[in-house]
């Protein structure tokens, strides 16, 4: 897809998962991550990760999902859900 704004992400639900593990790359390296508990998510123009300030500028993203079980801080993701692209034009 090619955007202007903002996309909403958004996936098939995986039964008894009870998060999903979200992470966006631009050229190959990861600029945000998520945990979101719905099967979607709606980017924002401006973002911080890693106490670094991202701006959703032109260019071609990368995005992936993973179901999560139990706490976070388990850390036990299930299978790959999905990858997805898109670009957002100047």
Known sequence: A???KPPRLAWASEVDADYYNLQLLRNGVRIFAAWPTKTSFTLKK?????????TLS???Y???VWPGFGPRSNVNYGTLLGVRSFRIRP
């Open 58 to 60: 032109a260019g071609r």
């Open 2 to 4: 090619q955007l202007k």
């Open 62 to 64: 990368e995005w992936y």
């Open 46 to 54: 401006t973002w911080k990760y890693q106490s670094r300030r991202y």
